[in-house]
């Protein structure tokens, strides 16, 4: 058996290791588009709600500021998970809201994010 011989199919071989690789790659960047993308759609959740809520409790805006809140958040597709008026801070309200992760890393639990909204000081 000649070298050349040993050497048919390493072509084959070769091109399918390529091809695994750029599909791992590809399942990579599709995940972490996923979750950019569940974690800038919590942001803007929250801080879109936490905006409307602050208004609320500070009487420019009719309604409960949670409430207001929790309407705010799944305008822009995303869950309140948490409102709190702090005692301390006139008018501020904290908002928590979470977003689901889409595409191969879903698996990672949904992104959250937090947002601080009150009058100006």
Known sequence: MTRKDRERGSGTVLALGIIALLL??????????????ANQKAARAADLAALAAADAARGLRPGNPCELAAEVARANRAQLVNCNQPANLEGTVDVRTSSEITGPFFFLGPAESLSRAGPPR
Request: overall charge neutral.
């Open 24 to 37: 791992v790659l590809l399942t990579v960047v599709a995940g972490l588009i996923g979750v950019v993308t």
